[in-house]
Protein backbone atom coordinates (compact mmCIF):
# COMPACT_ATOMS: atom_id res chain seq x y z
CA UNK A 1 0.00 0.00 0.00
CA UNK A 2 0.75 3.49 -0.44
CA UNK A 3 2.22 5.07 2.41
CA UNK A 4 2.04 8.37 5.28
CA UNK A 5 -0.19 11.22 5.10
CA UNK A 6 -3.41 9.38 3.01
CA UNK A 7 -6.84 10.99 2.80
CA UNK A 8 -9.42 9.58 4.48
CA UNK A 9 -10.88 8.53 1.29
CA UNK A 10 -7.79 6.67 0.24
CA UNK A 11 -7.68 4.97 3.31
CA UNK A 12 -11.20 3.38 2.93
CA UNK A 13 -10.32 2.62 -0.22
CA UNK A 14 -6.79 0.87 0.64
CA UNK A 15 -8.89 -1.60 3.43
CA UNK A 16 -11.33 -2.27 0.52
CA UNK A 17 -8.50 -3.67 -1.27
CA UNK A 18 -6.81 -5.58 2.15
CA UNK A 19 -9.74 -7.23 3.04
CA UNK A 20 -10.64 -8.61 -0.19
CA UNK A 21 -7.21 -9.66 -0.66
CA UNK A 22 -7.81 -11.44 2.31
CA UNK A 23 -10.73 -13.22 0.84
CA UNK A 24 -7.80 -15.21 -1.12
CA UNK A 25 -7.25 -17.46 1.89
CA UNK A 26 -11.06 -18.89 1.67
CA UNK A 27 -12.57 -20.46 -1.07
CA UNK A 28 -13.78 -18.27 -3.35
CA UNK A 29 -17.29 -18.22 -4.66
CA UNK A 30 -19.43 -16.64 -7.64
CA UNK A 31 -20.31 -13.87 -5.11
CA UNK A 32 -16.74 -12.85 -4.31
CA UNK A 33 -15.53 -13.19 -7.77
CA UNK A 34 -18.66 -10.51 -8.45
CA UNK A 35 -17.37 -8.10 -5.70
CA UNK A 36 -13.52 -7.98 -6.98
CA UNK A 37 -15.44 -7.12 -10.05
CA UNK A 38 -17.22 -4.34 -8.29
CA UNK A 39 -14.00 -3.16 -6.17
CA UNK A 40 -12.22 -3.22 -9.60
CA UNK A 41 -14.86 -1.20 -11.21
CA UNK A 42 -15.11 0.96 -7.97
CA UNK A 43 -11.68 1.86 -8.42
CA UNK A 44 -11.46 2.73 -11.69
CA UNK A 45 -14.09 5.25 -11.46
CA UNK A 46 -12.05 6.74 -8.29
CA UNK A 47 -9.12 6.68 -10.89
CA UNK A 48 -10.89 8.66 -13.46
CA UNK A 49 -12.32 11.29 -10.86
CA UNK A 50 -9.33 11.78 -9.73
CA UNK A 51 -7.77 11.94 -12.78
CA UNK A 52 -10.41 14.62 -14.24
CA UNK A 53 -10.57 16.09 -11.17
CA UNK A 54 -6.27 16.82 -11.30
CA UNK A 55 -6.48 18.12 -14.83
CA UNK A 56 -9.57 20.62 -13.97
CA UNK A 57 -7.03 22.15 -10.77
CA UNK A 58 -4.06 22.23 -13.39
CA UNK A 59 -5.99 24.35 -15.76
CA UNK A 60 -7.13 26.70 -12.90
CA UNK A 61 -3.52 27.00 -12.01
CA UNK A 62 -2.96 27.82 -14.95
CA UNK A 63 -5.38 30.32 -15.20
CA UNK A 64 -4.91 32.11 -12.15
CA UNK A 65 -1.56 32.49 -12.56
CA UNK A 66 -2.42 34.16 -15.84
CA UNK A 67 -4.46 36.39 -14.04
CA UNK A 68 -2.05 37.33 -11.77
CA UNK A 69 0.35 37.91 -14.09
CA UNK A 70 2.89 35.54 -13.02
CA UNK A 71 2.82 33.08 -15.80
CA UNK A 72 6.18 33.83 -17.36
CA UNK A 73 7.58 34.30 -14.11
CA UNK A 74 10.54 31.43 -13.87
CA UNK A 75 9.63 29.84 -10.73
CA UNK A 76 6.06 29.41 -12.18
CA UNK A 77 7.08 27.87 -15.52
CA UNK A 78 9.44 25.25 -13.53
CA UNK A 79 6.34 24.53 -11.58
CA UNK A 80 4.50 24.06 -14.95
CA UNK A 81 7.35 21.89 -16.48
CA UNK A 82 7.11 19.60 -13.23
CA UNK A 83 3.53 18.94 -13.34
CA UNK A 84 3.90 18.54 -16.96
CA UNK A 85 6.61 16.00 -16.28
CA UNK A 86 4.82 14.44 -13.43
CA UNK A 87 1.75 13.61 -15.54
CA UNK A 88 3.53 12.33 -18.70
CA UNK A 89 5.23 9.68 -16.03
CA UNK A 90 1.75 8.57 -15.15
CA UNK A 91 0.30 8.77 -18.35
CA UNK A 92 2.95 5.96 -18.93
CA UNK A 93 2.14 4.24 -15.56
CA UNK A 94 -1.19 4.01 -16.47
CA UNK A 95 -0.72 2.77 -20.07
CA UNK A 96 1.76 -0.04 -18.81
CA UNK A 97 -0.73 -0.87 -16.41
CA UNK A 98 -3.65 -1.26 -19.38
CA UNK A 99 -0.79 -3.40 -21.11
CA UNK A 100 -0.59 -5.72 -18.30
CA UNK A 101 -4.64 -6.14 -17.76
CA UNK A 102 -4.85 -6.41 -21.46
CA UNK A 103 -2.38 -9.65 -20.93
CA UNK A 104 -4.64 -10.89 -17.96
CA UNK A 105 -7.53 -11.07 -20.22
CA UNK A 106 -6.12 -12.40 -22.83
CA UNK A 107 -4.34 -15.14 -20.75
CA UNK A 108 -7.66 -16.47 -19.62
CA UNK A 109 -9.66 -16.73 -22.54
CA UNK A 110 -9.96 -13.23 -23.89
CA UNK A 111 -13.73 -11.10 -23.23
CA UNK A 112 -16.30 -12.98 -22.50
CA UNK A 113 -19.00 -11.88 -25.54
CA UNK A 114 -21.82 -11.90 -22.89
CA UNK A 115 -19.96 -10.11 -20.50
CA UNK A 116 -17.34 -7.69 -22.08
CA UNK A 117 -16.02 -6.09 -19.01
CA UNK A 118 -15.61 -9.41 -18.11
CA UNK A 119 -12.89 -12.23 -19.39
CA UNK A 120 -14.53 -15.85 -20.10
CA UNK A 121 -12.44 -17.42 -17.22
CA UNK A 122 -12.70 -15.65 -13.72
CA UNK A 123 -11.11 -18.35 -12.04
CA UNK A 124 -7.69 -19.12 -13.74
CA UNK A 125 -5.57 -19.36 -11.06
CA UNK A 126 -2.90 -21.35 -12.43
CA UNK A 127 -2.87 -18.90 -15.55
CA UNK A 128 -2.41 -16.00 -13.46
CA UNK A 129 0.45 -17.72 -11.37
CA UNK A 130 1.81 -18.60 -14.89
CA UNK A 131 1.80 -14.80 -15.90
CA UNK A 132 2.19 -12.96 -12.87
CA UNK A 133 4.80 -15.10 -11.09
CA UNK A 134 6.14 -17.64 -13.36
CA UNK A 135 7.08 -21.47 -13.74
CA UNK A 136 8.19 -22.34 -10.16
CA UNK A 137 11.54 -20.91 -8.47
CA UNK A 138 12.11 -18.87 -12.22
CA UNK A 139 10.95 -15.50 -10.84
CA UNK A 140 10.29 -14.36 -14.97
CA UNK A 141 6.49 -13.51 -14.29
CA UNK A 142 5.39 -9.96 -15.59
CA UNK A 143 4.47 -8.95 -11.56
CA UNK A 144 8.28 -8.90 -11.03
CA UNK A 145 8.43 -6.71 -13.80
CA UNK A 146 5.14 -4.53 -12.20
CA UNK A 147 6.66 -4.43 -9.10
CA UNK A 148 10.10 -2.81 -10.51
CA UNK A 149 7.96 -0.52 -13.05
CA UNK A 150 5.77 1.15 -10.09
CA UNK A 151 8.19 1.35 -7.56
CA UNK A 152 10.66 3.27 -10.13
CA UNK A 153 7.34 5.48 -10.97
CA UNK A 154 7.26 6.73 -7.27
CA UNK A 155 11.15 7.38 -6.97
CA UNK A 156 10.41 9.27 -10.56
CA UNK A 157 7.73 11.41 -9.13
CA UNK A 158 8.86 12.51 -5.63
CA UNK A 159 12.44 13.25 -7.87
CA UNK A 160 10.73 15.41 -10.07
CA UNK A 161 8.96 17.24 -6.79
CA UNK A 162 11.86 17.50 -5.53
CA UNK A 163 13.85 18.87 -8.30
CA UNK A 164 11.55 21.81 -8.27
CA UNK A 165 12.11 23.44 -4.64
CA UNK A 166 14.81 22.70 -1.72
CA UNK A 167 11.57 23.43 0.20
CA UNK A 168 10.51 20.00 -1.36
CA UNK A 169 13.01 17.73 -0.40
CA UNK A 170 11.52 15.85 2.78
CA UNK A 171 8.84 14.88 0.09
CA UNK A 172 8.56 11.23 -0.87
CA UNK A 173 6.36 8.93 -1.75
CA UNK A 174 6.49 5.03 -0.40
CA UNK A 175 7.38 2.27 -2.91
CA UNK A 176 3.74 0.86 -4.19
CA UNK A 177 4.63 -2.97 -4.67
CA UNK A 178 6.91 -3.34 -1.25
CA UNK A 179 7.22 -7.21 -0.52
CA UNK A 180 4.93 -7.82 2.71
CA UNK A 181 6.16 -9.52 6.06
CA UNK A 182 4.18 -12.42 6.77
CA UNK A 183 3.39 -13.89 10.62
CA UNK A 184 4.18 -17.77 9.53
CA UNK A 185 7.37 -19.22 8.03
CA UNK A 186 5.74 -19.70 4.83
CA UNK A 187 4.48 -15.87 4.41
CA UNK A 188 7.89 -14.74 5.44
CA UNK A 189 9.77 -16.49 1.92
CA UNK A 190 6.66 -14.99 -0.23
CA UNK A 191 7.52 -11.89 -2.21
CA UNK A 192 5.38 -9.20 -3.32
CA UNK A 193 4.57 -10.69 -6.78
CA UNK A 194 3.41 -14.42 -4.85
CA UNK A 195 1.96 -12.92 -1.96
CA UNK A 196 -0.39 -10.68 -4.60
CA UNK A 197 -0.95 -13.12 -7.46
CA UNK A 198 -0.65 -16.62 -5.99
CA UNK A 199 -3.76 -18.58 -5.56
CA UNK A 200 -5.45 -15.18 -7.09
CA UNK A 201 -8.36 -16.05 -9.31
CA UNK A 202 -8.92 -13.47 -12.61
CA UNK A 203 -10.81 -11.09 -11.07
CA UNK A 204 -8.46 -10.65 -8.09
CA UNK A 205 -5.55 -10.13 -10.57
CA UNK A 206 -7.81 -7.16 -12.17
CA UNK A 207 -8.56 -5.93 -8.90
CA UNK A 208 -4.95 -5.86 -7.94
CA UNK A 209 -4.27 -3.60 -11.02
CA UNK A 210 -7.19 -1.61 -10.46
CA UNK A 211 -6.03 -0.89 -7.40
CA UNK A 212 -2.60 0.36 -8.32
CA UNK A 213 -4.16 2.30 -11.02
CA UNK A 214 -5.94 4.17 -8.36
CA UNK A 215 -2.62 4.60 -6.45
CA UNK A 216 -0.82 6.05 -9.69
CA UNK A 217 -3.07 8.46 -9.64
CA UNK A 218 -3.73 9.67 -6.51
CA UNK A 219 0.71 10.05 -6.39
CA UNK A 220 -0.31 12.17 -9.43
CA UNK A 221 -2.84 14.04 -7.03
CA UNK A 222 -0.32 14.39 -4.22
CA UNK A 223 2.26 15.01 -6.53
CA UNK A 224 0.61 17.97 -8.08
CA UNK A 225 -0.39 19.64 -5.30
CA UNK A 226 3.23 19.62 -3.45
CA UNK A 227 3.69 21.53 -6.54
CA UNK A 228 1.41 23.79 -5.75
CA UNK A 229 -1.94 22.63 -7.11
CA UNK A 230 -4.46 22.57 -4.91
CA UNK A 231 -6.95 19.40 -5.48
CA UNK A 232 -10.47 18.54 -4.48
CA UNK A 233 -11.39 15.04 -4.04
CA UNK A 234 -14.37 14.15 -6.16
CA UNK A 235 -17.82 13.16 -4.25
CA UNK A 236 -18.47 9.24 -4.51
CA UNK A 237 -21.41 7.72 -6.03
CA UNK A 238 -21.20 4.34 -5.38
CA UNK A 239 -21.49 2.24 -2.40
CA UNK A 240 -21.76 -1.14 -1.37
CA UNK A 241 -22.18 -3.12 1.79
CA UNK A 242 -19.94 -6.42 2.76
CA UNK A 243 -19.76 -8.99 5.29
CA UNK A 244 -17.12 -11.55 5.71
CA UNK A 245 -16.44 -14.39 8.26
CA UNK A 246 -13.30 -15.50 8.94
CA UNK A 247 -15.25 -19.11 8.50
CA UNK A 248 -18.78 -20.17 7.28
CA UNK A 249 -18.03 -23.40 8.97
CA UNK A 250 -17.45 -23.70 12.66
CA UNK A 251 -17.92 -26.06 16.03
CA UNK A 252 -20.53 -25.81 18.46
CA UNK A 253 -19.08 -23.66 20.99
CA UNK A 254 -16.14 -21.82 18.61
CA UNK A 255 -16.38 -18.29 18.25
CA UNK A 256 -17.29 -17.01 14.80
CA UNK A 257 -15.59 -13.96 13.65
CA UNK A 258 -15.49 -11.24 10.77
CA UNK A 259 -16.23 -8.16 9.42
CA UNK A 260 -19.08 -6.05 8.17
CA UNK A 261 -17.84 -2.80 5.95
CA UNK A 262 -18.41 -0.14 3.58
CA UNK A 263 -16.56 -0.18 0.48
CA UNK A 264 -17.14 3.47 -1.16
CA UNK A 265 -14.58 5.97 -2.82
CA UNK A 266 -14.88 8.65 -0.58
CA UNK A 267 -13.30 10.26 2.50
CA UNK A 268 -14.54 8.31 5.95
CA UNK A 269 -17.84 7.86 5.93
CA UNK A 270 -19.75 7.51 9.27
CA UNK A 271 -21.73 4.38 10.17
CA UNK A 272 -23.79 2.76 12.11
CA UNK A 273 -23.49 -0.78 11.75
CA UNK A 274 -25.49 -4.25 13.73
CA UNK A 275 -25.86 -7.97 13.13
CA UNK A 276 -29.56 -9.54 13.86
CA UNK A 277 -30.23 -6.29 15.51
CA UNK A 278 -27.82 -5.97 18.13
CA UNK A 279 -25.60 -2.73 17.50
CA UNK A 280 -21.71 -3.59 16.18
CA UNK A 281 -18.19 -1.33 17.87
CA UNK A 282 -16.18 -0.28 14.85
CA UNK A 283 -12.54 -0.30 15.27
CA UNK A 284 -9.79 1.82 14.52
CA UNK A 285 -10.00 1.60 10.70
CA UNK A 286 -13.49 1.91 11.04
CA UNK A 287 -14.66 -1.79 10.52
CA UNK A 288 -17.02 -3.28 12.34
CA UNK A 289 -16.06 -6.39 14.07
CA UNK A 290 -18.22 -9.67 14.26
CA UNK A 291 -17.95 -12.18 17.02
CA UNK A 292 -20.62 -14.19 19.32
CA UNK A 293 -20.33 -17.97 20.01
CA UNK A 294 -21.81 -20.72 17.47
CA UNK A 295 -24.49 -22.84 18.90
CA UNK A 296 -26.97 -25.24 17.78
CA UNK A 297 -25.74 -28.03 14.52
CA UNK A 298 -26.89 -26.81 10.46
CA UNK A 299 -27.34 -23.84 8.80
CA UNK A 300 -27.91 -20.57 10.76
CA UNK A 301 -27.96 -16.90 8.53
CA UNK A 302 -27.32 -14.02 10.22
CA UNK A 303 -28.64 -10.57 8.98
CA UNK A 304 -25.88 -7.14 9.08
CA UNK A 305 -26.99 -3.55 8.51
CA UNK A 306 -25.74 -0.37 8.00
CA UNK A 307 -26.89 3.01 8.25
CA UNK A 308 -25.04 5.79 6.78
CA UNK A 309 -25.46 9.14 4.69
CA UNK A 310 -25.38 8.80 0.55
CA UNK A 311 -25.30 12.11 -1.43
CA UNK A 312 -26.65 13.95 2.06
CA UNK A 313 -29.44 11.06 2.37
CA UNK A 314 -29.97 8.51 5.37
CA UNK A 315 -29.64 5.39 3.11
CA UNK A 316 -29.77 1.87 4.92
CA UNK A 317 -27.80 -1.38 3.19
CA UNK A 318 -29.07 -5.02 4.19
CA UNK A 319 -27.47 -7.81 3.33
CA UNK A 320 -27.58 -11.90 4.95
CA UNK A 321 -24.57 -13.95 5.11
CA UNK A 322 -25.00 -18.38 5.79
CA UNK A 323 -22.60 -20.20 8.10
CA UNK A 324 -23.07 -23.69 9.42
CA UNK A 325 -22.70 -25.19 12.49
CA UNK A 326 -21.27 -28.54 13.01
CA UNK A 327 -20.62 -31.23 15.68
CA UNK A 328 -16.76 -31.54 15.88
CA UNK A 329 -15.54 -35.11 15.52
CA UNK A 330 -12.39 -35.63 17.59
CA UNK A 331 -9.63 -37.57 15.55
CA UNK A 332 -6.66 -39.58 17.39
CA UNK A 333 -4.35 -41.22 15.93
CA UNK A 334 -1.77 -43.53 17.19
CA UNK A 335 -2.47 -47.31 15.43
CA UNK A 336 -1.16 -49.06 18.05
CA UNK A 337 -2.74 -47.96 20.71
CA UNK A 338 -6.07 -49.61 21.68
CA UNK A 339 -6.24 -48.79 25.55
CA UNK A 340 -3.76 -46.09 27.29
CA UNK A 341 -0.85 -47.97 29.12
CA UNK A 342 -0.77 -46.50 33.43
CA UNK A 343 1.69 -44.58 34.47
CA UNK A 344 3.08 -44.79 31.16
CA UNK A 345 3.20 -41.80 28.30
CA UNK A 346 1.02 -42.52 25.44
CA UNK A 347 2.01 -40.58 22.64
CA UNK A 348 -1.46 -39.17 20.05
CA UNK A 349 -2.09 -37.14 17.54
CA UNK A 350 -5.23 -35.55 18.27
CA UNK A 351 -7.02 -33.39 15.39
CA UNK A 352 -10.73 -31.59 14.95
CA UNK A 353 -11.11 -31.62 11.28
CA UNK A 354 -13.99 -29.60 10.94
CA UNK A 355 -11.99 -26.72 12.62
CA UNK A 356 -9.35 -26.72 9.75
CA UNK A 357 -7.17 -23.96 10.48
CA UNK A 358 -8.72 -22.21 13.35
CA UNK A 359 -8.05 -25.18 15.34
CA UNK A 360 -6.01 -23.42 18.41
CA UNK A 361 -6.33 -26.53 20.78
CA UNK A 362 -5.82 -27.25 24.55
CA UNK A 363 -6.35 -30.03 26.56
CA UNK A 364 -6.65 -31.74 30.49
CA UNK A 365 -7.72 -35.06 31.35
CA UNK A 366 -9.57 -36.94 34.35
CA UNK A 367 -8.23 -39.81 35.39
CA UNK A 368 -4.27 -39.05 34.12
CA UNK A 369 -2.58 -36.17 33.09
CA UNK A 370 -1.42 -34.44 29.76
CA UNK A 371 1.62 -33.21 28.37
CA UNK A 372 1.88 -30.89 24.82
CA UNK A 373 4.77 -32.11 22.46
CA UNK A 374 5.74 -30.80 19.25
CA UNK A 375 2.96 -29.57 17.24
CA UNK A 376 -0.35 -28.25 18.99
CA UNK A 377 -1.76 -31.83 17.61
CA UNK A 378 1.17 -33.79 19.57
CA UNK A 379 0.08 -34.82 23.62
CA UNK A 380 1.37 -37.20 26.02
CA UNK A 381 -1.41 -39.15 28.31
CA UNK A 382 -0.14 -40.23 31.51
CA UNK A 383 -3.40 -42.22 33.29
CA UNK A 384 -2.85 -42.51 36.77
CA UNK A 385 -1.63 -45.58 38.57
CA UNK A 386 -5.18 -47.31 39.07
CA UNK A 387 -7.27 -46.05 37.31
CA UNK A 388 -9.68 -47.93 35.15
CA UNK A 389 -10.65 -44.96 32.55
CA UNK A 390 -9.23 -41.79 31.61
CA UNK A 391 -11.30 -39.37 29.60
CA UNK A 392 -9.49 -36.64 27.30
CA UNK A 393 -11.00 -33.06 26.98
CA UNK A 394 -10.30 -31.02 23.95
CA UNK A 395 -11.00 -27.24 23.89
CA UNK A 396 -10.21 -24.86 21.06
CA UNK A 397 -10.11 -21.32 21.23
CA UNK A 398 -11.28 -21.38 24.71
CA UNK A 399 -13.91 -23.09 24.08
CA UNK A 400 -15.20 -26.97 24.61
CA UNK A 401 -15.08 -29.13 21.30
CA UNK A 402 -15.74 -32.89 23.42
CA UNK A 403 -13.63 -35.37 24.83
CA UNK A 404 -12.76 -39.21 24.36
CA UNK A 405 -12.80 -41.81 26.54
CA UNK A 406 -9.82 -44.31 26.97
CA UNK A 407 -9.79 -47.73 28.76
CA UNK A 408 -6.82 -48.08 30.64
CA UNK A 409 -4.89 -51.26 31.19
CA UNK A 410 -1.64 -51.81 33.91
CA UNK A 411 2.05 -52.81 32.08
CA UNK A 412 2.24 -56.15 30.64
CA UNK A 413 5.10 -58.14 32.20
CA UNK A 414 8.64 -58.90 30.54
CA UNK A 415 9.88 -61.85 30.23
CA UNK A 416 13.36 -63.27 31.05
CA UNK A 417 15.54 -64.63 27.74
CA UNK A 418 18.60 -66.79 27.85
CA UNK A 419 21.17 -65.54 25.25
CA UNK A 420 24.14 -67.47 23.84
CA UNK A 421 26.06 -66.27 21.05
CA UNK A 422 23.15 -63.52 20.07
CA UNK A 423 20.50 -66.27 19.92
CA UNK A 424 17.74 -66.76 22.17
CA UNK A 425 18.10 -70.49 24.00
CA UNK A 426 15.19 -72.30 22.89
CA UNK A 427 15.01 -73.93 26.83
CA UNK A 428 12.75 -76.93 25.50
CA UNK A 429 16.27 -78.16 23.55
CA UNK A 430 18.20 -77.81 26.46
CA UNK A 431 21.86 -77.10 26.27
CA UNK A 432 25.32 -78.11 25.88
CA UNK A 433 27.22 -77.89 29.67
CA UNK A 434 29.78 -75.72 28.64
CA UNK A 435 28.47 -71.72 29.59
CA UNK A 436 29.62 -70.22 26.06
CA UNK A 437 28.78 -66.59 25.83
CA UNK A 438 25.46 -66.71 28.03
CA UNK A 439 23.72 -63.52 28.53
CA UNK A 440 20.25 -62.27 30.19
CA UNK A 441 17.94 -59.51 28.70
CA UNK A 442 14.75 -58.41 29.77
CA UNK A 443 12.12 -58.60 26.76
CA UNK A 444 8.97 -56.40 26.99
CA UNK A 445 5.76 -57.48 25.77
CA UNK A 446 5.83 -57.23 21.88
CA UNK A 447 2.50 -54.97 21.71
CA UNK A 448 3.75 -52.80 24.71
CA UNK A 449 6.67 -52.16 23.09
CA UNK A 450 5.12 -51.50 19.91
CA UNK A 451 2.77 -48.84 21.00
CA UNK A 452 5.22 -47.17 23.32
CA UNK A 453 8.71 -47.93 22.33
CA UNK A 454 10.05 -45.19 24.90
CA UNK A 455 8.78 -47.32 27.98
CA UNK A 456 9.77 -50.47 26.86
CA UNK A 457 13.26 -50.09 28.21
CA UNK A 458 14.09 -53.03 30.44
CA UNK A 459 17.41 -54.11 32.39
CA UNK A 460 18.18 -56.66 35.09
CA UNK A 461 20.58 -55.36 37.91
CA UNK A 462 20.91 -59.10 39.62
CA UNK A 463 21.20 -62.54 38.15
CA UNK A 464 22.25 -65.63 39.94
CA UNK A 465 23.19 -69.30 38.53
CA UNK A 466 22.82 -72.68 40.35
CA UNK A 467 23.61 -76.27 38.73
CA UNK A 468 21.37 -78.53 39.47
CA UNK A 469 21.63 -82.52 39.56
CA UNK A 470 19.04 -85.25 40.78
CA UNK A 471 16.86 -82.27 42.63
CA UNK A 472 20.00 -80.76 44.72
CA UNK A 473 22.11 -78.13 44.05
CA UNK A 474 25.67 -78.81 43.08
CA UNK A 475 26.91 -75.14 43.43
CA UNK A 476 25.94 -71.98 42.43
CA UNK A 477 27.64 -67.98 41.42
CA UNK A 478 25.96 -64.65 41.09
CA UNK A 479 26.51 -62.64 38.26
CA UNK A 480 27.62 -64.12 34.76
CA UNK A 481 31.55 -63.55 35.90
CA UNK A 482 32.16 -67.09 36.96
CA UNK A 483 30.56 -69.16 34.91
CA UNK A 484 33.46 -71.57 34.09
CA UNK A 485 33.44 -73.09 37.37
CA UNK A 486 30.16 -74.78 36.95
CA UNK A 487 30.59 -75.62 33.42
CA UNK A 488 33.47 -77.77 34.99
CA UNK A 489 31.08 -79.90 36.72
CA UNK A 490 28.26 -80.12 35.01
CA UNK A 491 27.44 -83.42 33.02
CA UNK A 492 24.04 -84.34 30.93
CA UNK A 493 20.76 -84.76 32.15
CA UNK A 494 22.01 -81.62 34.82
CA UNK A 495 20.32 -78.44 34.76
CA UNK A 496 21.01 -74.87 34.84
CA UNK A 497 18.67 -72.79 37.08
CA UNK A 498 18.76 -68.94 36.02
CA UNK A 499 16.80 -66.62 38.91
CA UNK A 500 16.75 -63.30 38.16
CA UNK A 501 16.01 -60.45 40.26
CA UNK A 502 15.57 -56.35 40.85
CA UNK A 503 14.46 -56.06 37.45
CA UNK A 504 14.01 -51.92 36.21
CA UNK A 505 12.56 -50.03 33.67
CA UNK A 506 13.03 -46.98 32.39
CA UNK A 507 10.26 -44.82 31.07
CA UNK A 508 9.95 -42.05 28.53
CA UNK A 509 11.10 -38.89 31.20
CA UNK A 510 14.42 -41.34 31.07
CA UNK A 511 13.05 -42.20 34.96
CA UNK A 512 13.64 -45.78 36.43
CA UNK A 513 11.22 -47.83 37.78
CA UNK A 514 10.69 -50.98 39.43
CA UNK A 515 9.47 -53.76 36.85
CA UNK A 516 8.23 -57.20 37.26
CA UNK A 517 8.65 -60.38 34.83
CA UNK A 518 6.53 -63.25 33.96
CA UNK A 519 9.43 -65.88 34.41
CA UNK A 520 11.78 -64.82 36.93
CA UNK A 521 13.09 -68.44 37.07
CA UNK A 522 13.94 -70.55 34.32
CA UNK A 523 15.25 -74.22 34.14
CA UNK A 524 18.00 -75.33 31.16
CA UNK A 525 18.55 -78.75 30.80
CA UNK A 526 21.65 -79.86 29.66
CA UNK A 527 22.53 -82.55 26.66
Do not use: W
Not at 130 to 148: D, F, R, V
Not at 351 to 364: D, F, R
Amino acid sequence: MAGAKETPRQQMINLMYLVLTALLALQVSSSIIDKFFFLAEALDESASRTEKATGLAVKAFEEQAKKDGLDKEPKHLKKVKAIQDLRAKTAEAIAYLNDVEKKVVEKAGGKDPEKPNRPKNVQAETEMETLMIGTAGSKSGEGYNLQKKMNSFAADMTNIVKNVDKEFDSFKLEQLCVDFIGSTEGDKKKDYAQRSFGQTPVAATIAVLSHLKNEVRRYEAEAVKKVGVNEVPPSPDQYQGFISLESSVVATGQKIKGSMFLAATSDKIPMEASLNGSPLKKNAQGIAEIEFSAAGAGKHTINGEIRTKVKGKDTVFKFTQEYTVVQPNIVVENPNIIALYEGCGNELKVSVPELGASYNPSYSASGGSVITSGSKNDIIIIPNDGAKECVLSVSSGGSRVGERKFGVKAVPLARVAVMMGGTEVDISQGISSRLANLSIIIKPDPNFAQALPKEANYRADGVSIALKSGGRTVANVSGLGSLGSLSARAKPGDLYSIKVTDVKRTNFRGSVLPAKVANPIVNIPLN
